[in-house]
């Protein structure tokens, strides 16, 4: 009787080291992800994307795989087989991170108003957070967040009228603000008043021993201090002052 031999290749499981991704891993707020998966070491390789870690639930067969818009982070789980190599054990399979950070707001960012300047303000402003990993701040001068006036959690001004400034904060765990959400630091300058105009009922003498009630003219919203000749506060937020006995 002829016999016939008929050969059977066994072809080995594939490995996650058989697969390469490349593409986006990371989005702010939302993101859709395009990830690309190749391999040097699988003839004709047919891939297939999952959305679970046992390999029940296919999201796409084939070498490019684009996600949903996803809000929150996700894994992914490719296979592989060819010619030359069966599809990968679910223990096995390729792992894709892809990650989506939320964007800051402005609760994030720490910064208070600086005190009140008159006439020019040289000041320092500082931010921080305790919700941001590795914060890195962003001082704006425009509210549209346009314009950079300084990068960094201390930011040295000089102003010489009200300014406004607009923080951003972006971290190794979450995304720069948008212009809605930002904290505002606000640098408030008062305008140096004219000098005090002396009442038209001041004296012009006295005598020894005699005091004197000196006046100005009142302006609305100002307080007035009254000094010595040495400099000393003798009186304060009045717009008139009666001298001592001399």
Do not use: H
């Amino acid at each position: 009787a002829s016999r016939t031999r008929i050969t059977i290749s066994v072809g080995g499981l594939s490995l996650a080291s058989d697969i390469q991704v490349s593409g986006n891993a990371s989005a702010c707020g939302t993101g859709t992800f395009v990830l690309t998966a190749s391999s040097t070491t699988v003839s004709n390789p047919v891939f297939t994307w999952y959305s679970d870690a046992s390999l029940t639930v296919v999201e796409r067969i084939g070498s490019v795989f684009t996600t949903p818009a996803l809000t929150a982070n996700k894994t992914y789980y490719v296979t592989v087989k060819g010619d030359n190599k069966c599809e990968n054990r679910a223990a096995d399979a390729r792992l894709v991170d892809v990650t989506v950070r939320p964007i800051s707001t402005g609760a994030d960012i720490m910064a208070a108003n600086p005190p009140v300047s008159c006439g020019t303000a040289n000041v320092t402003l500082t931010a921080s957070s305790s919700t941001v990993t590795n914060p890195v701040f962003t001082w704006y001068s425009t509210p549209d967040l346009s314009v950079v006036a300084y990068v960094g959690s201390s930011f040295p001004t000089v102003v010489n009228t009200t300014t406004t400034y607009y923080v951003t904060v972006k971290g190794d765990n979450k995304c720069e603000n948008t212009a809605a959400d930002v904290k505002q630091v606000v640098v408030t300058v008062s305008p140096i008043p004219a000098p005090p105009v002396p009442s038209p009922g001041n004296p012009a003498s006295t005598c020894v021993g005699t005091p004197a009630t000196l006046g100005v003219v009142q302006v609305s919203g100002l307080s007035y201090n009254w000094y010595d000749s040495n400099g000393t506060l003798v009186a304060s937020n009045t717009a008139s002052y009666a001298t001592p006995n001399n």
